[in-house]
């Protein structure tokens, strides 16, 4: 009887669009940094409808949410669905969100249709994700993986004032009494759009993601000397901005090097010091993410990307600090996780094919603790990190089609 089960494709969609009014921007994405006011509204929002679908909600001392619906043995370890309802700076509708409201979707859907499950499921929105407000990425989700520590994770200053995590966390009041490694997790699955081509290009629903490519990232200075523009000759300048020009090059050729599955990138966070058009440059500070899905071939260009660092900084005569502040490993998905994934999109009759994540996800650190998979749907033209970021609604639902059926596989219909 449940292979007849769908979700309400029109609910989940009216619910992202309802989650996008939230720090909507004038161009149609959404403006929601990690715990400003409009994230706390986000999370207020999330939780409102969590109660309305009868879940018990629990948040952890990182701000995760955990809204669980019981099994009928609540002993057991509850499958858990989610991703994060933080964005980008003038970011997407989609990125993110799709993942949280897909599993308060299966929720909804289950409840509608009066299905118990053996075990638990869980709703999780992880905090952090997106790393713009306070780097690193996946913060509270490499916390729960092992890879940060909970101390260093609640002592992170946000970009835009000088608050820590811990003090944002109690002033938007998402500071919970939950240890934040404490939850154990049966599976994990994750949505969320691909935030690249291959999909949309296809034109294929469905994408069962069984790797991720991994990635690092890195806080650099280049500190030189700020002098008149007009009356220091051009001989002996010890310019920052040069020296990172410099090294913007490099991590493009690094990249290069590695084609093509390599990425390099000098990202759009500058800080160009003191600030005067009649000034040279005095001091620079940076950031460069370099990705691959070999951990090998990611070691090479690291040593590449200090190497150029170096150079530029002795060609300027620079003081260089370079700060690596995350390694994220690539990762292999479970494969129980990925065959349930694949035997739902049979199920279903919907085309699908495998796919490697280009972005990280609170997976990638999740599947160091629990089996994890995730699903991708395609977005418009690969586009995210972008306020035009697209999805059509067709699509969100057949991949929220195929979590609801492989959550009732993974958990059991009791
Ligand atoms: C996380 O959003 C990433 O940068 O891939
Ligand atoms: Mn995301
Ligand atoms: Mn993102």
């Known amino acids: 009887m449940n292979e007849h089960l769908r979700v309400d494709g029109a609910r989940l969609w009216q619910s992202i669009m309802q989650m996008a009014d939230i720090g909507a921007t004038a161009n149609g994405g959404s403006h929601r940094l990690t715990l400003s006011d409009e994230d706390k509204a986000a999370r207020d929002l999330f939780a409102g409808w969590c109660s309305e679908a009868g879940l018990t909600m629990q948040v952890d001392e990182l701000g995760d949410i955990f809204a669980r619906r019981e099994g009928s043995d609540a002993k057991q370890a509850p499958v858990a669905i989610g991703s994060h309802l933080d964005t980008q700076p003038f970011g997407g ?24 499950t053996v075990k638990p499921l869980e709703v999780v929105n992880w905090t952090n994700e997106e790393g713009a407000r306070f780097a690193p990425s996946m913060l509270a989700s490499g916390v729960y993986g092992g890879v940060f520590a909970l101390d260093w994770a609640l002592a992170r200053r946000a970009v835009d004032t000088d608050a820590t995590l811990l003090d944002e ?8 009494a939950l240890p934040a490694r404490e939850r154990e997790f049966a599976a994990f699955i994750e949505c969320h759009i691909e935030q690249g081509p291959i999909l949309d290009s ?12 991994g990635f690092r990232w890195y806080d650099i200075t280049l500190e030189g000397f700020a002098s008149h523009t007009g009356s ?28 093509p599955l390599a990425r390099g990138t000098v990202g759009s966070q500058v800080a160009v010091g003191p600030g005067s058009r009649n000034v040279i440059p005095g001091r620079v500070d940076f950031t460069v993410d370099l990705r691959h899905p070999s951990a ?14 170096e150079a530029a900084a002795a060609e300027y005569g620079l003081e260089l600090s370079l700060a690596q502040i995350s ?21 279903l009759g919907i085309e699908n094919q495998r796919i490697t994540s280009g972005a990280g996800h609170d997976a990638c650190y999740v599947a160091r603790r629990a089996p994890t998979a995730m699903l991708f749907a395609p977005c418009k033209d690969g586009i995210s990190h972008h306020e035009s970021e697209s999805a059509e609604a067709a699509d969100l639902e057949a991949v929220c089609n195929v979590l609801l ?8 219909v009791a």
């Open 93 to 116: 509708r989609f990125d993110g969100v799709f993942g949280v409201l897909a599993g308060l979707e299966v929720i909804r859907s289950l409840n509608d249709h009066g299905i118990a």
């Open 169 to 176: 966390l109690r002033r938007i009041g998402y500071h919970g």
């Open 202 to 213: 296809a034109g294929i629903p469905v994408g069962v993601v069984d790797a991720a490519q």
């Open 232 to 259: 220091t000759p051009m001989v002996g300048r010890r310019n920052a901005l040069l020296g990172m020009a410099k090294v913007a090059l490099a991590v493009e050729e690094i990249a290069a090097a590695h084609a």
């Open 296 to 309: 090998a071939t990611l070691e090479k260009m690291d040593a590449a990307l200090r190497r150029a660092c």
């Open 327 to 347: 390694d994220t490993q690539p990762v292999a998905f479970d494969t129980n996780c990925v065959a349930a994934l694949e035997r739902a999109c049979a199920r």
């Open 405 to 412: 059926h492989a959550a009732l596989e993974l958990a059991g």
